[in-house]
């Protein structure tokens, strides 16, 4: 009888060393010492470890830093300890210094009914490093969009304001034109920018479905000249097509092929005072490679690898003088890779820019 109990308890024992085993998070049981008693192989994984640790003290093997990178002192936090306590604030350092983001929450482990007091605590580790950077981007993106926002409201709303006393008045009504004028410029603006919000919120979810269609590369680039040559020829700019005469039929996304190369061309007559807007289109093997060029004001090589970041606008005063949201070429980035097209650039301060698109997908 008494062996029969024995092997029972030790396939139950078996059952919830297997169990605790397969758990996703970091499972450590330690004693009223504050010794492991159990490890699972999550939390051997999370403290990169493949050393048994059982035995040894929790606040040896776990080293644990707060928001404002200060020690934890986890003896001392297990001891106050008398209900779960769960956290995603602590970060988990290693001994090379790196840390991560932990979520961790620690249950006391109370003695049968009838005991008093406590006989250990069972702790459950996750990382959620990738899940903090994630919202610390949402934050960041958030408090940037408003702050965004914020200037071009202020000035329509200070103009109709100043348009709604000015006829109240019924003064002078000359200053009645440049208001409404600067008020209809900036919700332009405003406008402008949801709509790039809302397809940049799309592409981040990726819910742009990529529909492919067979394109005609010579009557595309044909088209986009024709469409921008009056925008450039207000900026006194030349704007023509140097196309490879053997490229044939190419297959992506027409929509967002367009979209890309409508970006740079907009970039190139906006960011231009002077010569030639090329837009050209060569084979390379099974690709395509568009190339939009301008003599325009060029991108200082610091600038170069931050322009395809969220709102980034150069600070030279030449960029500043036409408006911009600084998420066109985000959004360009993001279409590239739905469609596996490659984006390139060259260029140089005060000499013009080259925004390359490499789109591999010729019959
Ligand atoms: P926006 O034009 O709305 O500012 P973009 O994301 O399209 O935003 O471009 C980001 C920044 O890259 C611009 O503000 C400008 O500083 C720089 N840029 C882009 N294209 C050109 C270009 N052709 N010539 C010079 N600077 C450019």
């Known amino acids: 009888m008494k062996l029969k109990d024995e092997s029972l308890q030790n396939l139950e024992h078996q059952r919830l060393v297997s169990l605790i085993n397969s758990m996703g998070d970091g499972v450590i049981a330690i004693d009223q010492d504050f010794k492991i008693v159990i490890t699972n192989g999550a939390a051997l994984n999370i403290l990169d470890v493949n050393d048994t640790l059982i035995g040894k003290s929790i606040h040896q093997v776990l080293h644990l830093i707060d928001k404002t990178n200060q020690s934890i002192n986890l003896k001392q936090q297990l001891m106050k300890t008398n209900t779960v306590l769960s956290t995603r604030d602590w970060r988990l350092v290693y001994q090379n210094e790196e840390a991560i983001n932990m979520y961790l929450s620690i249950s006391p482990v109370r003695l049968s009914y009838g005991q008093s007091g406590m006989n250990g605590y069972v702790l459950l580790l996750r990382d959620i490093t990738r899940e903090k950077s994630l919202e610390e981007e949402r934050d960041e993106f958030i408090s940037v969009v408003?702050?965004?926002?914020?200037?071009?409201?202020?000035?329509?709303?200070?103009?109709?304001?100043?348009?709604?006393?000015?006829?109240?008045?019924?003064?002078?009504?000359?200053?009645?034109?440049?208001?409404?004028?600067?008020?209809?410029?900036?919700?332009?603006?405003?406008?402008?920018?949801?709509?790039?919000?809302?397809t940049l919120s799309r592409a981040e979810r990726g819910k742009l479905q990529v529909n492919t269609e067979a394109i005609n590369v010579h009557q595309l680039v044909q088209e986009l000249v024709s469409n921008y040559q009056p925008q450039a020829k207000i900026k006194k700019l030349i704007i023509e097509s140097d196309v490879d005469p053997n490229l044939e039929i190419l297959y992506t996304s027409k929509l967002y092929l367009r979209?890309?190369?409508?970006?740079?061309?907009?970039?190139?007559?906006?960011?231009?005072?002077?010569?030639?807007?090329?837009?050209?289109?060569?084979?390379?093997?099974?690709?395509?490679?568009?190339?939009?060029?301008?003599?325009?004001?060029?991108?200082?090589?610091?600038?170069?690898?931050?322009?395809?970041?969220?709102?980034?606008?150069?600070?030279?005063?030449?960029?500043?003088?036409?408006?911009?949201?600084?998420?066109?070429?985000?959004?360009?980035?993001?279409?590239?890779?739905?469609?596996?097209?490659?984006?390139?650039?060259?260029?140089?301060?005060?000499?013009?820019?080259?925004?390359?698109?490499?789109?591999?997908s010729l019959a």
């Open 146 to 198: 408003s702050h965004e926002l914020r200037t071009p409201i202020a000035v329509a709303e200070g103009n109709v304001g100043n348009a709604i006393y000015l006829l109240e008045k019924n003064t002078n009504n000359e200053q009645l034109a440049p208001a409404l004028q600067q008020a209809y410029d900036q919700i332009v603006f405003l406008s402008g920018m949801i709509n790039d919000l809302a």
């Open 259 to 360: 979209e890309i190369l409508q970006n740079f061309i907009t970039n190139a007559i906006k960011y231009s005072s002077k010569g030639k807007i090329i837009i050209q289109a060569n084979r390379d093997q099974q690709a395509v490679v568009f190339r939009v060029s301008d003599n325009g004001i060029g991108i200082s090589k610091s600038d170069q690898n931050k322009v395809f970041d969220k709102f980034f606008r150069s600070e030279d005063y030449r960029t500043r003088q036409s408006s911009g949201t600084g998420l066109g070429l985000y959004i360009t980035k993001k279409l590239a890779k739905l469609i596996n097209a490659e984006i390139s650039l060259e260029s140089e301060l005060d000499h013009g820019s080259t925004f390359s698109l490499k789109v591999s």
